[in-house]
């Protein structure tokens, strides 16, 4: 079946990295995803893996595949209090069809 | 910034009311998607179309729930009768091709009294 799952919570203090988990289940996805979701906004596309790549780095943000595990991970280096946010993992198991995590509140302190 | 715009950001209505609910997709996305997110069930897919034609709606609840897209501007999601159950936020997302990113409205905050 199709499922995606991550813990629901993160607390850093900022400047450390934050490190979000996400495991899937469906092996024939194409593309994972990582969305943002900010108070009183949709989801923003924050970045994405091809499925034969191990690693992408894309300024603070690492995103690492284990495809033999089905574990998608998103390191944010030096995180910050605008960070905070909602973060969501996908898969696309069809070519047309998202399916989203419950998402990982993340919560930036001093 | 070509964005995928919804309309009305808030709504407010009685148990029993019509609800409708629009969105304009991204110009030149062909599929276009309806998420409902609450708290407890997370983000759910409740439709999708492509090229105006109706490709899922398993999500949906049928006997109140309905999606159309009369044009290629304009995509409807239509509550009737509402309940307080369906009290959440719907988001209209578009797509462009097979596996390019998904683009979110900022969702309409639907609150059936």
């Known amino acids: 079946g199709e499922d995606v799952e991550q813990s629901l919570f993160l607390s850093v203090r900022e400047g450390d990295s934050s490190v979000i988990n996400c495991t899937y289940t469906?092996?024939?996805?194409?593309?994972l995803y990582w969305y943002k979701q900010e108070p009183g906004a949709g989801l923003q596309l924050l970045t994405y893996i091809f499925s034969n790549m191990d690693m992408k780095q894309d300024q603070r943000l690492t995103v690492l595949l284990n495809k033999k595990d089905k574990h998608l991970s998103l390191r944010i280096a030096d995180t910050q209090t605008g960070d905070s946010a909602i973060y969501f993992c996908?898969?696309?198991?069809?070519?047309?069809?998202?399916?989203f995590g419950a998402g990982t509140r993340l919560a930036v302190h001093p | 910034d070509a964005r995928v715009t919804q309309t009305p950001r808030h709504k407010v209505t009685e148990m029993g009311q019509e609800v409708t609910m629009r969105c304009q997709p991204i110009?030149?996305?062909?599929?276009v998607f309806w998420y409902r997110q609450t708290m407890m069930q997370g983000l759910e897919l409740l439709a999708y179309f492509r090229n105006r034609a109706p490709l899922d709606d398993s999500g949906m609840p049928k006997d109140r729930f309905s999606a159309e897209m009369p044009d290629a501007t304009l995509a409807t999601l239509k509550i009737q009768p509402s309940e307080p159950r369906d009290s959440a936020v719907y988001f209209c997302?578009?797509?462009?091709?097979?596996?390019?990113?998904?683009?979110f409205g900022n969702g309409t905050r639907l609150t059936v009294t």
């Open positions: 110009l030149g996305h062909n599929t």
């Open positions: 469906d092996s024939s996805s194409t593309y």
């Open positions: 997302a578009s797509l462009k091709t097979a596996n390019s990113p998904l683009h």
């Open positions: 996908a898969e696309n198991p069809s070519r047309n069809k998202l399916i």
